[in-house]
C-alpha cells in the first residue's frame, strides 16, 4: 500500500511538471511575436553549448545545497522559510572569512600560497569561509528554534521575520560601510582568485561547488534513509506526539532547523565564493526561495533534490536566455518562470504547511494533544 502511495505521488509529481512546462510553453507562444523562436531559447538554449551547461549546472549548486537545507527542516515537521535570509548571511560570513584570513580586507589582491603575502593556504581559507558561512546560517535559524521552544512562536513565522531582517542588514552593510570605495557597485571587494572554488573548464563557470553541494545532498540522503537519526526525524515530522511518547527527544526538532541553517547559509557561501566573486546587494538572487521549491517538488528527500535543483536551474536559464535571444522581456521570462513554480509547488505546499502545523502543535509550550 505504501509503495503504491507513493507511486501514485511520483505520477502526480511529473503530471504537474508536465502541466507547467505546457502552460508555460504557451504562454511564451502568446507573449513572444516569434513563438517557435522563444519556446526554442527558453527550453532549448540552456543546452545549446557546453558553456551553457556547466553555466547551469553551476549554478544548481548553492540551489542544491538551499534544497538539502529546506528538506532536512521538511523532514522535521519544521517549515523552514528563512532560508532566503539564511543564505544571504552566509554568502556575507564567507566574504568577511576570507577578507579576514587572506588579508585582502586592507591589501592587494593576494594570489597563490606562496605568491605572497597570506599565511594560511588558500585551501584553508576555503574552508574557513564555508565553515562561517554555515555558522552564521545556523545561527540565523537557532532563533527561531529558541524562540519556539521558549515561547512556542510557530517556526513558519519567526523563519520568515529573522530572515527578512537578515537580508536587510547584510544589504546595507554591503552596500554601506564595507562598500568597496574603488567600485561603482553596491558590492564588497571582490574576493581575489586564489580564495574562490576552482574552475574545472576556464572560462566556463563550472567549479567545485558543484561537487561540495553534490556530496552534501548524498551525506544527507544517507543520514535520511540508513541512520536512526534519519529515521527520528522522519517520525518527528509525521507524528510529532507519537515520537514524543516513543522516546524521542522533541529537542532533534530544533536541531534540525539548526542544520537546515547551516546548509542555507553553506548554500550562500557557494555563491559568493563561486560565480559572483564577492557579496553585493541581493547577491542570492531567490536561491534560498528556489531551494525551497526544489525540496517540495523532491518531497523533502534530499537525494531527489539532485534533479529538482538542476531543473530549477534549467527554468532560471531558460528565462535568462530567453530574454536574450528572444524578443520576449525579462519580465515576461521571468512569468513564464514563475508560471512553472506556482504549477510544480502549489500541489505540496499546503499539504506541508498543514503538516509542519499539525506536527508543532502539541509542542507547544509542552502541551499535550
Do not use: H
Request: hydrophobic share 60%; glycine share 10%; proline share 5%.
Amino acid at each position: 500500500m505504501k509503495a503504491r502511495g507513493r507511486a501514485e505521488a511520483l505520477v502526480s509529481r511529473y503530471l504537474a511538471i508536465g502541466a507547467a512546462l505546457s502552460l508555460a510553453a504557451l504562454y511564451a507562444a502568446l507573449a513572444s511575436s516569434e513563438p517557435l523562436s522563444a519556446i526554442r531559447s527558453f527550453f532549448v538554449a540552456p543546452f545549446g553549448s557546453a558553456y551553457a551547461v556547466l553555466d547551469f549546472i553551476e549554478s544548481a549548486a548553492p540551489l542544491l545545497a538551499c534544497a538539502v537545507g529546506a528538506s532536512v527542516a521538511f523532514r522535521a515537521g519544521a517549515f523552514n522559510l528563512g532560508g532566503e535570509g539564511q543564505a544571504a548571511a552566509g554568502a556575507f560570513a564567507a566574504a568577511l572569512a576570507t577578507a579576514a584570513f587572506s588579508g585582502s580586507a586592507s591589501g592587494p589582491a593576494i594570489g597563490p600560497a606562496g605568491a605572497g603575502g597570506s599565511a594560511l593556504n588558500p585551501l584553508l581559507v576555503i574552508a574557513l569561509a564555508v565553515l562561517a558561512a554555515a555558522a552564521a546560517g545556523a545561527a540565523l535559524a537557532a532563533l527561531s528554534a529558541a524562540a519556539e521552544a521558549w515561547s512556542g512562536a510557530e517556526v513558519l513565522l519567526t523563519s520568515f521575520l529573522f530572515s527578512q531582517a537578515a537580508i536587510i542588514a547584510v544589504d546595507w552593510a554591503v552596500g554601506g560601510p564595507l562598500k568597496d570605495p574603488a567600485s561603482n557597485l553596491l558590492a564588497m571587494k571582490a574576493i581575489p582568485l586564489a580564495y574562490r572554488f576552482a574552475r574545472f573548464a576556464p572560462p566556463a563557470p563550472l567549479s567545485a561547488a558543484a561537487p561540495l553541494a553534490l556530496g552534501l545532498a548524498l551525506l544527507a540522503a544517507w543520514v535520511q534513509k540508513a541512520t536512526r537519526t534519519g529515521y527520528e526525524l522522519k517520525l518527528l515530522g509525521r507524528n510529532a506526539a507519537f515520537a514524543r511518547a516513543s522516546g524521542i527527544d522533541s529537542r532533534l526538532r530544533g536541531r534540525a532547523l539548526v542544520a537546515s541553517g547551516a546548509l542555507f547559509g553553506v548554500g550562500g557561501s557557494l555563491v559568493a565564493l563561486g560565480a559572483a566573486g564577492r557579496a553585493f546587494v541581493g547577491m542570492t538572487g531567490g536561491v534560498g526561495w528556489n531551494g525551497l521549491a526544489a525540496a517540495l517538488v523532491a518531497g523533502s528527500d534530499a537525494l531527489g533534490a539532485i534533479p529538482a535543483s538542476l531543473f530549477f536551474a534549467w527554468l532560471d536559464a531558460g528565462a535568462r536566455q530567453s530574454s536574450m535571444l528572444s524578443d520576449l522581456s525579462p519580465d515576461s521570462a521571468a512569468a513564464i518562470k514563475a508560471i512553472a513554480l506556482f504549477l510544480i509547488t502549489a500541489r505540496v505546499s499546503a499539504a506541508r504547511i498543514s503538516a509542519a502545523r499539525i506536527g508543532a502543535a502539541p509542542m507547544r509550550r509542552g502541551r499535550r494533544p
